[in-house]
């Protein structure tokens, strides 16, 4: 979630009451699915090139042409192969310090992508359609950099953070990092119009609670406790939720969407290097181009 998220809620609030509290349906759904997700299309953003930082496509198993930034780092082989799942705003270049912090501060390589309907990708945003995007995002990381699908690390920021749950349930990973991340979507809406049913009419679900209880691998999550969007509550509902090895960091008076912190860096450290090995290497392609890879 990020910045628009509080209006967006209400939003969603006056929308219970113009349906009746029914079901959502048809254009009552469509207008859900544009409250829940807040794109920003390209060409809005800096999208200076950067040498370091690749251009990528790849294409989901429905067709849809999305588009990521890929970076990785002087070291070879990588400390680790990272998928990073944004939240509901913006686009990839709200994310540099993602690729940063990932390659040049933890030397993991990373891609960080765009939803359908976000930055350079095709398509409108739906709940199964972003889940299926992720899944596209992480078999092309594991072909470009020569890994299994499970030894991915998933990273995933609010919105994000329920995506990468989803994968990591279904597939599991070498670890989930979760970063501002909630119980469910209702629940959040819940939290910010709380004399509305709005979890009777909610399509929109992202149910990381009911999922997280099918992964088994190893769990950082962090959480700012002045978060006014994703309250810090269902944070610690969904940590308490998730099955061990697990760790929680609180970050003192952090909001929804600041800066990595330093003690979140060391932390990120220090998980990273408390990972499993992962399994010997799968050939890596010859060149990227068979891939989808532009620069």
């Known amino acids: 979630m990020g910045r628009v998220s509080l209006l967006a809620l209400t939003a969603l609030g006056g929308l219970v009451l113009a349906t009746g509290c029914a079901t959502l349906a048809g254009g009552a759904a469509a207008i859900e699915d544009s409250i829940v997700f807040q794109p920003r299309l390209y060409p809005r953003g800096d999208w200076t090139p950067d040498p370091r930082i690749e251009d990528v496509y790849f294409t989901s198993s429905d067709g849809v042409r999305l588009h990521g930034w890929f970076a990785e780092p002087d070291r070879n082989p990588p400390r680790a192969v990272v998928l990073f799942t944004h939240g ?33 990708s095709g398509g409108t945003p739906t709940e199964p359609g972003v889940l299926d995007d992720a899944r596209a995002a992480r078999r092309w990381l594991a072909a470009r950099a020569g890994v299994r699908e499970g030894d991915i690390v998933l990273a995933g920021h609010s919105l994000g953070g329920g995506v990468a749950v989803d994968l990591a349930a279904a597939d599991g990973a070498r670890g989930l990092v979760l970063e501002g991340t909630f119980t469910n979507l209702p629940d959040v809406a819940a939290s910010h119009v709380p004399l509305l049913p709005v979890r009777a009419v909610m399509q929109a679900r992202l149910d990381s609670l009911s999922k997280i209880r099918a992964y088994r691998g190893p769990l950082l999550q962090v959480h700012g406790d002045a978060d006014r969007i994703v309250p810090y509550a269902l944070g610690r509902k969904l940590f308490e939720a998730a099955n061990e090895p697990k760790q929680f960091v609180t970050v003192p008076g952090g909001g929804h969407s600041d800066p990595p912190t330093p003690e979140y860096a060391a932390a990120l450290d220090r998980f990273l290097s408390s990972l499993p090995v992962s399994d010997p290497a799968v050939p890596r392609p010859s060149n990227s181009a068979a891939l989808g890879t532009t620069r």
């Not at 509901?88 to 994310?95: A, C, L, P």
């Not at 990932?102 to 939803?115: C, I, K, P, S, T």
Request: net charge positive; glycine share 16%.
């Open 88 to 120: 509901n705003g913006g686009n990839v270049t709200t994310r540099r310090q993602v690729l940063h912090l990932f390659r040049d501060q933890l030397g993991a390589a990373v891609l960080v992508f765009d939803y359908r309907g976000y930055g350079k």
